[in-house]
C-alpha cells in the first residue's frame, strides 16, 4: 500500500473517529438524563428503584435527647428552670410501604409503617436512664383550663390530687417514649374518649411505634418527572389539617455544594424565617402571632395541649426564649436541620430532620400543681431523625451516576482527539509523499560546487 492510499484510509478513520466524538458529545447527555429519568419514575417495572422505594434500605435512625430538669422545687417556686441535656438515646428506624395502588392519573397511593429498634451501642445510656420532665398531663390541661370558671380549675387540681399526679413526672426514658401506666390516663379515656391523642398507655412517641404515616397519594413522575414523590393527597385531603390560607410553607434554602463519598451534592438548610412569626416575617402570618419567633403551634395536633415546635435549643429562636432556661447552647452544626441532594436527580443522600418538642406553662389560678411558675416555653426534648445513603446503595448510585457519566465525557474527548490527531497524521503523510527526490538535488548541487571551488 503506497503512502497515499495510507494516508486517505487514515484520514477517513479520523473523521468517523471525530464524528462520533462529536456525537457523543451531544448526545451522550441526553442517553444519561434519559436513563436517569427512567430509573427514578415509581414503576414497578424498574425492578431496583422500586424494591428500594418499597423497601426503604437506607439506614434511618432517631436520635433523642431529654431535658432532665435538675432544680424542679425551685422552678415550681418561680425561678429559672435549670436543665442538663440526657442522650442520645438511638432507635434504628425501619420504613415499609403497604398497599401500593397504582392509579391512571400517573400517581400512586400507600401506607408506610414504621417501627423503632433501640440501637444501645449507638446511644450514651439506656432506656432505663430515669429522667425529669414537665407531667405534660398536668401543667398543660393547666393552661388549657385557664379561662374556665375557678371552681372548674379546683375541680381539676382535685382530680389531679387524687390520682396523684404532680407538676414533673420522674420516669424511664423507655416509659416517656413508648408509654406507662397512669390512672388519670385511664381515667380520662374512659369518660373522655378522644381527649387525649393516643388510648392504652402514655407516652410521647406511643402512638408512632408500629404504625402507618396515613394514606399518601403521590406522583409518580411517568408523565412529568418533576412531578415525582410530590404529595397529592393525604389521606384523601388535597390541603393539611389544622392550617390555613394564610400560612406560609416551610421551605429550605440553597447553602452551599459539597460532596460525600464522591458524589457531588448541593445543601439546603433552614432559614431564619422558617419558624418566624407573622409579625417578624409575613408569609408566615399563620403562625401563632402570640409567641415569639422560632416557635410553630402544634397544638390543634396534640389535642388542643400548649405545645410548641423549635428547632433544638433554640436554634434561630428569638434570643428572650434562651433566657428562660438556663442550660441551652445552640449551635448550627449541632442543632441545625440540612437535606443533601444530588444536584441532576434530586435524590436525597444525607438528611437530618432536628426538632425540639416544648411545652408552654405558667401559674394558673386553682390549680396549687402550677405552683408559682413563671411564664416560660419549657423544652422537654429535642429529636434528630437521620438518614443516609451507604454500602452497595451509594456504590451503585456513584457508578451510575459519577463514574459512567465521567467515562462519557473522558471518551468524547478521547474520540476527539483521537480523531483530529489521525486527520492531522494523514494530512502530514500525505503530503510528505508528495516531496520528490529532485526537490533536493539543487542543493546537492550548491554543496559539491562549493567544495570544488576550495580544491
Known sequence: MNKSKLAIGLFVAGTLTAVFGLVILFVGPIIIDDQIVKNLVIDPENEVSYTMWKDIPVPFFMSVYFFNILNPTEFLAGERPMVEQRGPY???????????????????????????????????????????????????????????????????????????????????????????????????????????????????????????????????????????HKVNSWNGLTKAPHT???????????????????????????????????????????????????????????????????????????????????????????????????????????VSIRLQLNLYMKEVSGITETGKISEVVMPMIWFEENGYMDGAIVKTFHTNLVLLPMVMVYMQYCFLVLGLATVLGAVLLHYSGKISLTDTHPKADVVFYMADSIR
Open 244 to 350: 390555613s390560607d394564610s400560612e406560609g410553607s416551610l421551605e429550605l434554602v440553597y447553602q452551599r455544594e459539597g460532596i460525600m463519598k464522591g458524589i457531588p451534592l448541593y445543601r439546603f438548610v433552614a432559614p431564619k424565617t422558617m419558624l418566624a412569626n407573622g409579625s417578624d416575617y409575613a408569609p408566615n402570618e399563620g403562625f401563632c402571632p402570640c409567641r415569639q419567633s422560632g416557635l410553630l403551634n402544634v397544638s390543634s395536633c396534640r389535642s388542643n395541649a400548649p405545645v410548641f415546635i423549635s428547632q433544638p435549643h433554640f436554634y434561630n429562636a428569638d434570643p428572650v426564649l434562651l433566657d428562660y432556661v438556663q442550660g441551652l447552647q445552640p449551635t448550627e452544626d449541632e442543632h441545625g436541620l440540612f437535606i443533601d441532594i444530588h444536584p441532576e436527580t434530586g435524590v436525597p443522600l444525607n
Open 90 to 228: 438511638v432507635y434504628r428506624k425501619r420504613l415499609q410501604k403497604q398497599n401500593i395502588t397504582f392509579h391512571p392519573n400517573h400517581t400512586v397511593s400507600y401506607l408506610e409503617y414504621r417501627s423503632y429498634f433501640f440501637e444501645p451501642s449507638m446511644s450514651v445510656g439506656n432506656e432505663s436512664d430515669v429522667v425529669t420532665i414537665p407531667n405534660m398531663l398536668v401543667l398543660g390541661a393547666a393552661v388549657m383550663m385557664d379561662n374556665m370558671p375557678h371552681a372548674v380549675r379546683l375541680l381539676l387540681s382535685a382530680t389531679f390530687k387524687s390520682f396523684k399526679e404532680g407538676p414533673f413526672l420522674s420516669k424511664s426514658v423507655g416509659e416517656l417514649m413508648w408509654g406507662y401506666d397512669s390512672k388519670l390516663v385511664d381515667f380520662l379515656n374512659k369518660w373522655f374518649p378522644g381527649m387525649l391523642p393516643s388510648t392504652g398507655k402514655f407516652g410521647l412517641f406511643s402512638e408512632f411505634n408500629n404504625s402507618n404515616t396515613g394514606m399518601f397519594t403521590v406522583h409518580t413522575g411517568k408523565d412529568d418527572i418533576r412531578l415525582i
